[in-house]
């Protein structure tokens, strides 16, 4: 069976550039902490790396703390901080946070002193974009980065995070972007790496890797990739609304990601929809999937103030820049084919 790939929020193919300055970096010898000509060399790949990244997210350099991914940035970011969100932030910022802030049907989080506040960026699940004021404490740039355009500069945030194997980079290698004099309590102490910010010897190999596909996401973004995917987004759902008119697709209508669809059918369960379609060859997920593989009914919908059935109902399907017009169509079918069974047993 062709198997198809629609899954791309939860996380993304290694891009090739990635793949061959990860290939290079394991050939280095040395300890980037280490003074000798071999440290210097580890040394000079890991600040390359840096440089470059900073570039992609329009920061400085120092600004940069190589981290395992978005959720240690996390909780570096919002350590020994009291901070307010809402309830559509990922586990890894909400678990942190005092969860106080509203989220509006439309998706809109409703911000007061943004100083004290997280705020996502976009969705993972809905692919709704936020208007984030000035001074946000903290912004989960995860599943934007890459797919619109963005720099820390002028985004405003005091803090970002950012996990990179969601544009083409390795798993296990993220980042938390704050301006240099920020005052930071570190969760890792030790020898003092990545200045005094968290200790313990670098992953070259990562940091490299997700330098690499950050630059590479960039310029599929400047050629309008991302354009051509929101086409085949749109084209998705204008062919399933044509098939099932009761479909409800979330955060239609707002500024959302290009890529992201999230379908609901009232009456067949999110997991469910899973599960047939993974037979039917496309991999496509009921949610956020960072939850150790669990499928819960989506916070994000309950805290848009959607009910219990209706929030259990969801479906995700997220398109990626090698996505076909052919893995689209084959994709509505399969979905048609499946809703309409159901829709022909419940009203039979």
Same mark, same amino acid.
């Given at each position: 069976?062709?198997?198809?790939?629609?899954?791309?929020?939860?996380?993304?193919?290694?891009?090739?550039?990635?793949?061959?300055?990860?290939?290079?970096?394991?050939?280095?010898?040395?300890?980037?902490?280490?003074?000798?000509?071999?440290?210097?060399?580890?040394?000079?790949?890991?600040?390359? $790396?840096?440089?470059?990244?900073?570039?992609?997210? *329009?920061?400085?350099? $120092?600004?940069?703390? #190589?981290?395992?991914?978005?959720? &240690?940035?996390?909780?570096?970011?919002?350590?020994?901080?009291?901070?307010?969100?809402?309830?559509?932030?990922? =586990?890894?910022?909400?678990?942190?946070?005092?969860?106080?802030?509203?989220?509006?049907?439309? !998706?809109?989080?409703?911000?007061?002193?943004?100083?004290?506040?997280?705020?996502?960026? $976009?969705?993972?699940?809905?692919?709704?974009?936020? =208007?984030? +004021?000035?001074?946000?404490?903290?912004?989960?740039?995860?599943?934007?980065?890459?797919?619109?355009?963005?720099?820390?500069?002028?985004?405003?945030?005091?803090?970002?995070?950012?996990?990179?194997?969601?544009? !083409?980079?390795?798993? *296990?290698?993220?980042?938390?972007?704050?301006?240099?004099?920020?005052?930071?309590? +570190?969760?890792?102490?030790? *020898?003092?790496?990545?200045?005094? @910010? @968290?200790?313990?010897?670098?992953?070259?190999?990562? $940091?490299?890797?997700?330098?690499?596909?950050?630059?590479?996401?960039?310029?599929?973004?400047?050629?309008?990739?991302?354009?051509?995917?929101?086409?085949?987004?749109?084209?998705? &759902?204008?062919?399933?609304?044509?098939?099932?008119?009761?479909?409800?697709?979330? *955060?239609?209508?707002?500024?959302?990601? +290009?890529?992201?669809?999230?379908?609901?059918?009232?009456?067949?369960?999110?997991?469910?929809?899973?599960?047939?379609?993974?037979?039917?060859?496309?991999?496509?997920?009921?949610?956020?999937?960072?939850?150790?593989?669990?499928?819960?009914?989506?916070?994000?919908?309950?805290?848009?103030?959607? =009910? =219990?059935?209706?929030?259990?109902?969801?479906?995700?399907?997220?398109?990626?820049?090698?996505?076909?017009?052919?893995?689209?169509? !084959? #994709?509505?079918?399969?979905?048609?084919? &499946?809703?309409?069974?159901?829709?022909? @047993?419940?009203?039979?």
């Amino acid at each position: 069976m062709q198997r198809v790939y629609l899954d791309h929020n939860s996380t993304t193919k290694l891009r090739p550039e990635a793949s061959q300055a990860m290939l290079e970096a394991m050939n280095v010898l040395g300890n980037p902490s280490s003074v000798h000509f071999e440290g210097r060399m580890a040394k000079s790949l890991l600040e390359n $790396a840096r440089d470059s990244l900073s570039v992609s997210l *329009g920061c400085k350099p $120092a600004s940069i703390v #190589f981290t395992s991914g978005a959720t &240690e940035a996390a909780s570096i970011a919002l350590n020994a901080n009291k901070i307010n969100c809402s309830g559509v932030e990922h =586990d890894a910022v909400k678990s942190l946070c005092e969860e106080t802030l509203t989220t509006l049907p439309s !998706g809109e989080i409703l911000i007061g002193d943004p100083s004290t506040c997280a705020v996502q960026l $976009a969705n993972s699940e809905t692919g709704i974009l936020q =208007d984030l +004021p000035k001074d946000i404490f903290l912004s989960d740039i995860t599943q934007a980065f890459g797919k619109v355009p963005f720099s820390y500069e002028w985004l405003g945030a005091k803090r970002v995070i950012v996990s990179a194997h969601k544009f !083409g980079g390795p798993k *296990g290698a993220g980042a938390l972007v704050l301006d240099v004099d920020t005052p930071l309590s +570190p969760l890792i102490v030790g *020898g003092g790496q990545e200045m005094g @910010r @968290r200790s313990g010897t670098e992953n070259i190999v990562g $940091a490299v890797g997700m330098a690499a596909a950050a630059a590479a996401a960039l310029v599929d973004l400047e050629r309008g990739v991302w354009s051509h995917v929101e086409e085949l987004r749109n084209i998705l &759902e204008n062919s399933i609304e044509e098939s099932i008119s009761e479909t409800t697709f979330i *955060g239609r209508g707002t500024k959302r990601l +290009p890529n992201t669809s999230l379908i609901i059918n009232e009456g067949w369960r999110g997991e469910t929809q899973v599960i047939q379609l993974d037979l039917a060859g496309y991999a496509v997920s009921a949610g956020s999937a960072c939850s150790s593989g669990k499928v819960r009914t989506s916070a994000v919908l309950k805290s848009m103030g959607y =009910d =219990d059935e209706k929030a259990s109902c969801a479906l995700r399907v997220s398109l990626g820049p090698d996505t076909t017009i052919e893995d689209v169509n !084959g #994709f509505v079918k399969a979905y048609c084919n &499946e809703g309409k069974k159901l829709i022909s @047993r419940r009203n039979g």
